[in-house]
């Protein structure tokens, strides 16, 4: 092997100054020139399937609060990643997805793996997409994409590259540019906020994921104290930005207009902080807001700020945002203080069979670790999760972003990963629908390679339920394939190199669970349960 300079090895030094040293996929043959003589100072995380490596590669970059890298397989393997590319740009994750195209000689007769249209196909779920015209543009196309990924609002990018690209001689070294992460909020503005805010009578606050993500917990903590206002989760939140077990928590506003706009009634001022306005599921008529009641917005994103449907919004840094405000609003003692949100917590004295989700989620909590991390997508039992497990740490819950299912299982894989990277050992839990584990149930695989300690517990009800509850609100009797009858999760997930039992009651879950925090590779624990009717 020559030892001259290549687009190969520009690229790579250039990938180690920007520490983009872990790179997730499954390799092509049109990628496999850009994987070549691999470095012992790299580390490739094989996924299965490319959804769930983009899905590690995203909660890997939230979790290192750094871009990540993905290599997908043409046009084929970014088919299949689209759905968690979806929920990496609703989570504003700075990623770099790759993709090889073929050898520049053929293109012109559309040959086998050829990705027609490349840099269109992933559109318009990344920032920016190029492939580069010439082979010595390659190692600035990355630095571009390192920093549109990076500026706000962070998302990922897509780069297709030629396989003969990578050997192209090449003189380096690339040239390495820092950029911003943060845009500051035009302080006159903001002040006129505050003095919004300050003369409210009655102020709620919506601290959305953009908070958590800014790393504003904090600060909207301090915010809330000083205004004395009730604060709600943002509607379908990817992230929690507030601790659920505060005096000043209201729980989430719903998931709809008229749950929504009746969660807000009595409230003069509602303050929006980097979340939409509104992330809506189900049609259920109603207003925006209810009469009386005004908005103020604040998103570093200024498409979410122009699809806002009411109020007024600036444009700024969550954390910045917040950290200003708290200076700048009056003092909130001359307010009453919002009434503690209730909690409904009766347990049957006779254990149902099989377990209804509240009892699976009141019997974790008596073995609720510390510090640990909740990936969680049964979406049918939010509602219940959160009465139990509620967040009370910063970075400590992820969702997905998108309502596409599928994502939480190689999440947690990337959540562990991240942790292990930058040195933090956390419990990490993922509580995943039946429905959803079926999506990524090859994830297993990567995690148990990688010796990762991840619990797993499988919510098993045999069917979609979410849907089912849809079905009801919209009327829509008779629809097909919402039952789940006839696959064995624990019997996969031994066969991908985990340890996996099945459970029936809470003793011989919380015994299965509390001997899974121990163990040194990733447990999956099936739970039989009866079927959650969501509520919206």
């Known amino acids: ?88 740009y609703q989570g504003h994750t700075p990623l770099i997805v790759t993709s090889g195209q073929q050898h520049r000689e053929m293109v012109i007769g559309e040959p086998y793996l050829g990705n027609r249209e490349a840099t269109t196909f992933p559109k318009p779920w990344v920032k920016w997409a190029y492939e580069p015209v010439r082979a010595e543009d390659v190692p600035e196309a990355f630095m571009r994409a390192y920093a549109v990924a990076l500026q706000p609002p962070a998302g990922p990018v897509h780069l297709s590259i030629h396989l003969d690209d990578w050997n192209h001689p090449l003189a380096g070294p690339a040239t390495v540019r820092s950029v911003s992460t943060t845009i500051a909020p035009d302080t006159g503005r903001l002040r006129t906020f505050a003095e919004r805010i300050t003369a409210s009578q009655r102020p709620a606050l919506i601290l959305g994921p953009d908070v958590d993500r800014a790393g504003g917990w904090n600060a909207g903590v301090a915010l809330a104290e000083k205004l004395k206002a009730a604060v709600y989760g943002a509607p379908l939140q990817d992230r929690a930005s507030f601790p659920m077990n505060h005096p000043l928590y209201q729980g989430s506003l719903g998931m709809s207009l008229k749950a929504i706009s009746d969660r807000l009634t009595g409230h003069d001022l509602v303050v929006v902080i980097g979340a939409e306005v509104f992330r809506y599921y189900p049609y259920v008529a109603g207003d925006i807001l209810p009469d009386g009641t005004e908005l103020l917005q604040i998103t570093d994103d200024p498409a979410t700020a122009g699809a806002a449907r009411a109020g007024d919004s600036l444009l700024g840094d969550t954390r910045l945002s917040l950290e200003l405000l708290i200076d700048m609003v009056g003092d909130g003692s001359s307010r009453s203080q919002p009434q503690p949100l209730s909690h409904d917590r009766e347990l049957p004295a006779t254990p149902n069979s099989p377990l209804t989700p509240d009892e699976v989620y009141a019997a974790l909590e008596t073995v609720r670790p510390e510090h640990g991390v909740f990936v969680c997508e049964s979406t049918s039992t939010m509602e219940q999760q959160a009465e139990w497990l509620p967040t009370v740490e910063p970075d400590s819950f992820f969702f997905t972003a998108s309502g596409g299912i599928g994502w939480a299982l190689p999440a947690a894989v990337g959540v562990a990963l991240g942790d292990r990277d930058r040195g933090v050992s956390r419990p990490v839990i993922g509580l995943i629908g039946d429905g959803s584990f079926q999506y990524s149930i090859q994830g297993l695989w990567t995690a148990a390679q990688h010796d990762l300690p991840i619990v797993y517990v499988a919510m098993r009800n045999r069917e979609y339920s979410i849907l089912k509850s849809f079905a009801e609100l919209e009327e829509t009797p008779g629809v097909p394939g919402l039952d789940l009858p006839g696959f064995d999760i624990a019997t996969v997930a031994r066969g991908f190199g985990c340890h996996a039992v099945d459970v029936t009651t809470t003793d011989e879950l919380t015994k299965e669970f509390t001997t899974a925090l121990e163990a040194d590779v990733p447990t999956v624990i099936v739970v039989t349960t009866q079927p959650e009717k969501a509520t919206f």
Request: hydrophobic share 40%.
């Open 1 to 88: 092997m020559s030892n001259q300079s290549t687009v190969h090895s520009v690229t790579y030094d250039l990938l180690r100054r920007l520490e983009l040293t872990t790179i997730f996929g499954n390799p092509g043959s049109t990628e496999q020139t850009f994987l070549q003589n691999f470095p012992d100072d790299f580390t490739y995380v094989l996924s299965l399937q490319e959804a769930s490596a983009v899905a590690m590669a995203d909660a890997f970059a939230q979790t290192t609060r750094r871009p990540a890298l993905v290599n997908l397989h043409t046009s084929a393997g970014m088919g299949n990643g689209m759905g968690s590319l979806v929920a990496a």
